[in-house]
């Protein structure tokens, strides 16, 4: 039978989030195929993270270590995942299409002879072929591509393309096994260096669970300071379309679209913002939309799960004020 193999990201022995979304995705392509779901983690001292994907549906969990492997490098990452998938053959691995995952795939796929499919939203099994969903000309279109061949396969999955609340979990722990891989010296011929940012303080919205975003509608940079007290008071994180971070109103870590960062949140409240497509790509798959607009005809309404409509500065301080009622 064939395997499908998700390899989750961790970095310094932290599970990154989005790895429970690629594990929905292996479900659901293992559900649909009959194909064994196998997933493995691969660092220095990750037993803990094996341990805890092991309690999700999956067959076996392989925790791939090498002390090499820690702080993360390409070089290294890639020689321990050939290793291992030398030794243990996957039909079919997904991964979270993080910046750590695009910065060792290719090196991989291209040491292991084969291809890799990136940033997919969607997969189906149909006419005994897997089919994955890809985004076009930033948003505008979708493509449906499959590989050509027959053998191992790559793909990376956009994050919020599947829900992470929606892993199921196992009857039981899988089993899970240690695979030591000896990094020969003279692989690794980098020095780490600092963790890559998008900017000076950046912040990671991939992992906030509840996102503030706002856009021309506040109509002042001024004006931002009530976004983020309801972000404040919403425990979350303050994000802005692209027209905003153009200005400097705010720091381009904080923009979410095409050209800044996918986001998929449990609650997205967009402020202002019409809802151009190149923003819609970055957050439609958050998992509650709330959009305020005072122009009923505003595109973001078409995704928005609650539609506001009236305007921001009268609708904002009370909801202030009702979500710190709330919290006593």
């Given at each position: ?20 979304e690629t594990i ?17 983690v ?36 890639a020689y ?8 243990h053959p ?24 084969t291809?890799?499919i990136?940033d ?13 969903t890809?985004?076009?000309f930033?948003?505008k ?6 590989f ?37 010296d ?14 000076k303080q ?21 004006n931002?300071?009530?976004a ?6 919403l ?7 692209r ?26 409240l ?59």
């Amino acid at each position: 039978m064939d395997t499908i193999l998700v390899v989750v990201e961790q970095r310094e022995g932290q599970l990154n989030r989005v790895s429970w979304e690629t594990i929905a995705a292996g479900q659901a392509i293992a559900a649909q195929t009959g194909w064994t779901l196998e997933a493995a983690v691969v660092g220095s001292g990750v037993a803990a993270i094996a341990g805890e994907v092991a309690e999700k549906k999956v067959a076996k969990v392989y925790d791939v270590e090498s002390a090499r492997l820690e702080p993360y490098t390409p070089d290294a990452f890639a020689y321990a995942l050939q290793f291992f998938l030398e030794k243990h053959p996957a039909k079919l691995v997904l991964m979270p299409h993080t910046y750590q995952v695009r910065d060792f795939v290719p090196k991989l796929a291209t040491a292991l002879q084969t291809t890799a499919i990136s940033d997919v939203i969607g997969a189906r099994y149909e006419g005994g072929k897997l089919l994955f969903t890809r985004q076009m000309f930033q948003g505008k279109f979708v493509a449906d591509v499959s590989f050509a061949g027959s053998g191992l396969c790559f793909v990376t999955f956009q994050n919020g393309s599947f829900r992470a609340d929606k892993v199921e979990a196992g009857a039981a722990p899988a089993p899970v096994e240690t695979v030591n891989v000896d990094v020969p010296d003279g692989v690794v011929r980098n020095q780490p260096q600092e963790v890559f940012r998008e900017a000076k303080q950046a912040v990671d919205l991939t992992q906030a669970e509840i996102i503030v975003s706002v856009g021309r509608g506040i109509k002042e940079q001024k004006n931002i300071d009530l976004a983020r007290q309801l972000a404040d008071a919403l425990g979350g994180e303050l994000a802005a379309s692209r027209p905003i971070c153009d200005n400097g109103w705010l720091p381009m870590d904080r923009q979410v679209g095409s050209s800044g960062q996918t986001v998929a949140p449990k609650l997205y409240l967009a402020l202002g913002i019409s809802g151009a497509i190149q923003h819609i790509v970055g957050m439609k798959g958050s998992r509650s939309i709330v959009a305020i607009n005072k122009d009923s005809e505003a595109p973001i309404f078409e995704i928005a799960d609650v539609a506001v409509v009236g305007n921001l500065f009268d609708i904002v301080p009370a909801l202030i004020e009702e979500v710190k009622k709330a919290k006593g």
